[in-house]
């Protein structure tokens, strides 16, 4: 539609946690409903070369892209909302900077020169921007700049965007700011000076916001808002407000009503429509009318911070829509589960999510918990450690072998049914070393898997070490447990499904990463179905 790439870049003050990512995809979405060819790319300003090292606790999930970039959770967003798969490209860190940098220093390729944040750092950040604008896929490129504007890790990307408005030009860079208008309930009135702060902050950069998104609880009125544009440099049109919503689908509504689009677009020079949202406002339609009502237990050692399973959590809201049902997610910490007090905590459950994770702890309540619901009927769905726990579970309570584990957990056990990828053993390095990105899946005919799927080819995202010890398939098919799906190269063993349970199904990947508004996720889909039909036969 437009034949030069134009650049939105989305900052953020005041306090962080404000929803840049949720802003960006929100704007994204409107501006791809409008037939614009959007991407979004988050800056993240730690010095980690990508999460992947990150304890949960920490930074919430690692999301993991097709090709195998283990990236901030923001991107998991980006594709839920625009239905359009991230790349290594879309995700840049401080670390990734510095270590090509560096790099590049130690090959000579700077000709001696002293190597310094201006220009060679800026330099890297403005190449890294620019990739996914270069690629001529996009009209529009939105860049997200983690952390808060006076951050120190931030400085270096506040240059670079400064340095980029002046290269490309008016009208073909723009930078949306986002702060806080807090509410003071004392003084009963709303408080504009955080984000004339963090304005100014911004223009001592050197950076100019043309745009201010102000997160409120409270309407903004038309004096503040006057008052807010005379003081911040911004047009009264500019100012556009995100009160809090009941769910973050609520956000592209409320940006719509706002005029964000609008804005961006007169900014940018470019045509401005009505953006398309018919199937989205369908979606959000059956999400907040749901006819049923299930609980799902969600069995993991990072329940306390919700982020850390955020893509499992959207795509139980994306499977709830289609089966118009309402999930409730009761988070269940497995450190804490026992054969004492099981019985309490899941046998009311419609549906169990046996999680990701890694390390050993809270691994036997995850075990108890999946001996639980396959002797008790309750559907079930595990995730890459999941699914190794119910291959344990199975061989441990129906083979037979009371020692059964992964070496993972237990490196000199017996019976490793569970065991280290070939390809692993001599990996020392942690970051970006496991089994990452899409591979593919060749699935059984006489499956619930092909039932879900329709197909006996798929591709799913991995981020694993260990893996199903196929020695051991042929006693543990011969018990019962089946082996439904495998990647054809490797053989190695995808999914396992016990056909004497109603709902039973294990997988080694990572489904939730490929459920997003417009495509709900297969196997979330299933489950959810199964679990509804359970809760109505109970």
């Known amino acids: 539609m437009t034949t030069k790439t134009k650049y939105i870049f989305v900052t953020g003050g005041v306090t962080s946690s404000l929803g840049k990512g949720i802003i960006a995809a929100s704007l994204a979405k409107l501006l791809q409903a409008q037939g614009y060819k959007t991407t979004i790319q988050k800056l993240d300003p730690y010095i980690n070369v990508d999460p992947g090292t990150l304890n949960p606790y920490e930074h919430g999930e690692c999301y993991v892209t097709d090709d195998g970039a283990e990236t901030d959770l923001d991107l998991g967003h980006y594709e839920r909302f625009l239905n359009v798969p991230t790349s290594q490209a879309n995700n840049v860190t401080t670390g990734r900077i510095y270590q090509n940098v560096i790099e590049r220093e130690r090959r000579g390729e700077f000709l001696g020169k002293t190597v310094q944040v201006v220009p060679h750092i800026t330099d890297e950040i403005k190449h890294r921007i620019q990739i996914l604008g270069n690629s001529g896929d996009y009209d529009i490129v939105i860049t997200e700049i983690g952390g808060t504007v006076g951050d120190i890790e931030s400085l270096p990307y506040v240059e670079a965007v400064r340095q980029l408005k002046w290269d490309l030009g008016e009208n073909n ?79 592209p509504n409320l940006m719509l009503e706002q005029g964000l689009d609008k804005v961006v677009l007169k900014k940018l020079a470019l045509k401005s429509d009505t953006p398309d949202l018919t199937k989205w406002n369908k979606f959000l339609e059956l999400h907040k009318n749901p006819k049923s009502e299930i609980t799902i237990g969600l069995i993991g050692k990072y329940v ?60 036997e309540g995850k075990i108890d918990a999946i001996k639980f619901v396959r002797e008790n009927n309750i559907p079930f769905l595990g995730i890459c450690l999941g699914m190794q726990m119910a291959v344990i579970e199975f061989c441990r309570n129906v083979l037979g072998l009371k020692d059964a584990n992964s070496t993972e957990m237990d490196p000199k056990t017996s019976n490793p049914v569970i065991d280290i990828m070939e390809d692993q053993k001599n990996i020392t390095d942690m970051g970006g070393t496991m089994r990452l990105g899409a591979w593919d899946c060749h699935i059984e005919k006489e499956s619930i898997a092909y039932d879900v799927y329709q197909s006996q080819d798929i591709k799913e995202r991995h981020r694993h070490r260990y893996e199903f010890n196929s020695d051991y398939k042929e006693k543990i098919e011969a018990a019962g447990l089946k082996t439904t799906g495998y990647n054809p190269e490797t053989k190695l063993v995808e999914i396992v499904e016990n056909p004497s349970h109603p709902w039973f199904v294990a997988v080694q990947y990572h489904p939730e990463y490929k459920s997003t508004v417009a495509n709900p996720h297969p196997l979330f889909v299933a489950f959810v179905k199964a679990s509804l039909k359970h809760h109505n036969t109970k």
Do not use: W
Request: glycine share 6%; net charge negative; proline share 3%.
């Open 304 to 363: 306390e911070l919700q982020d850390s399973y955020k893509s499992i959590l959207e795509a139980f809201i994306h499977a709830g829509a289609e089966n118009e049902v309402k999930v409730n997610v009761e988070s269940v910490h497995s450190e804490y589960l026992n054969e004492d007090n099981i019985k309490m905590k899941l046998s009311h459950l419609d549906g169990v999510l046996v999680a990701p994770g890694f390390g050993e702890r809270g691994i």
């Open 173 to 251: 860079a723009i930078v949306i700011h986002l702060t806080l208008v807090p509410f003071l309930s004392a003084a009963g009135e709303l408080k504009t000076k955080p984000t004339q702060h963090s304005v100014k902050t911004l223009m001592e950069s050197g950076v100019q916001a043309d745009i201010l998104v102000c997160r409120t609880e409270h309407e903004l009125p038309s004096d503040l808002r006057r008052k807010l544009a005379l003081f911040c440099n911004v047009r009264e049109e500019a100012i556009i407000q995100s009160i809090d919503a009941s769910t973050i689908y609520d956000v």
